[in-house]
Each structure stands twice: as C-alpha cells, then as structure tokens.
C-alpha cells in the first residue's frame, strides 16, 4: 500500500465515526423533542386533585432526566467519537504538512472554517438544551415554592420543593463538569502530541494557507514549512 492509498484510508474511518456521532445527535434530538414534549403534556394534562404528586416537583423531574440524558448522549459523541475523528483529522494534517504531494483536503478544510471546524456549534447543540432545561428548573422552583410544589399530605409525606432543588444542584454539577471537560477536546492541545513544534504552530496559529500555497508551488519548493 503507497502512501496515497494509506492516505485515502484515513477518509474511511472518518466517515465510521462522523456516522456514529450522527447517530447519537439523532437520539439527543429524539431525547430533548421527548423531554420538552412531556413538559408541555404536563402543563397541559396535570389535575392537582387526582395526581398525589406535585407539577412543580414532576416538571424538575423531567428537566432533570432530560439535562443527565443530554450530557450522557454529549459524553458519547464529543469525549469518544469526536475525539476519534479529530485523531483521525490530526494524522491527515500532519501528513499534509510533511508531504507536499498529497492534496491538502483537511488543510483547505481547516481554512475555510477560518481554522475552527463544527466543534463549537455542536458544543451548542448540547449546551444550549442543557441551559434550557437547568432555567426551567430555577423558574418552576422560584415562581411556585407554593402553588407548584403544594401536596396532599395523605398521600406523600417529603417536602418536594427540597428534593426538587437538590435536583436543580444534580443539573448544575453535571452542567459543571460538562464545561470544565471543554477544553480537554481542543483539537489544538492535542497537536503537540505529535512534537513537531512546526506542525503545532501550524495548527494552534490557523496557518494552514502555507500547506495549501507549497502544495501549489513548484516542485522543486522547500518542504519545510516556514513560520
């Protein structure tokens, strides 16, 4: 196998992982439309005489089974598959940077989304549900101490408006580890590992026009790329 060949491998296993991370945002999107719509059903449905069970405390229930079930689908597809992928994106890179004669795909990839990818909007996509759902909770725990959280004793005797802010704090602490775990998945911490200090400054300084402009140039032009 040449080495355009083993090149051109390194696509295929993209495309395994880019399928496998689209799979889990297909079931992080069933999992938020599925939590909003059983909020809405519960606004909707919710009849305080024959429930024993208070809305305000059922609410944060579900904002709390929708917000660990986002951050676990999150954990699938950001800390495992786009960690492989971006593996995968590195080792292209640093083979388009050492050889001026494979085409530069990745590097005119990189420059073309002005070095950033997809990986911030899809940090949105999960962030943003996550927000929605920790918000709800701090509303539905402010605005209905009484009316919401109100039960018939009869039938359950814990105070629900504790256990729903303990609840809220589940969310918090799960929404603050997910953001301390963001900067573990730069693309550009991970470019070192290869200790080439040229191939990290290529990298963490968006330079990737240089690869693109040698692979055009003569080809008696220098290899190394130059700061």
Request: hydrophobic share 50%.
């Amino acid at each position: 196998m040449n080495k355009f060949e083993r090149y051109w491998k390194l696509s295929e296993m993209e495309e395994r992982y880019n399928v496998s991370s689209a799979g889990v945002r297909t079931l992080a999107s069933a999992w938020l439309l599925a939590s909003l719509g059983a909020i809405g059903w519960l606004f909707s449905s919710y009849d305080h005489v024959t429930w024993p069970l208070p809305l305000g405390f059922l609410i944060v229930v579900v904002t709390t089974l929708g917000c660990i079930g986002m951050i676990t689908l999150w954990v699938m597809d950001q800390l495992v598959f786009y960690r492989l992928l971006t593996s995968v994106f590195l080792v292209g890179l640093k083979i388009e940077k050492d050889d001026r004669e494979i085409p530069p795909l990745r590097s005119m990839m990189m420059k073309t989304l002005e070095g950033l990818g997809t990986h911030q909007w899809e940090r949105l996509f999960y962030l943003a549900p996550v927000a929605v759902f920790i918000l709800i909770s701090v509303v539905v725990l402010i605005g209905g101490a009484d009316r919401l959280f109100s039960v018939d004793r009869r039938y359950f005797s814990l105070n629900t408006y504790f256990v729903g802010i303990g609840l809220v704090i589940v969310q918090l602490a799960a929404a603050g580890w997910m953001i301390a775990k963001l900067p573990s998945m730069s693309i550009e911490a991970r470019a070192s590992y290869f200790e080439d200090q040229d191939f990290t400054d290529l990298v963490t300084g968006s330079r990737f026009d240089m690869v693109i402009a040698r692979f055009r140039s003569k080809p008696d032009a220098g290899k190394r790329i130059e700061g």
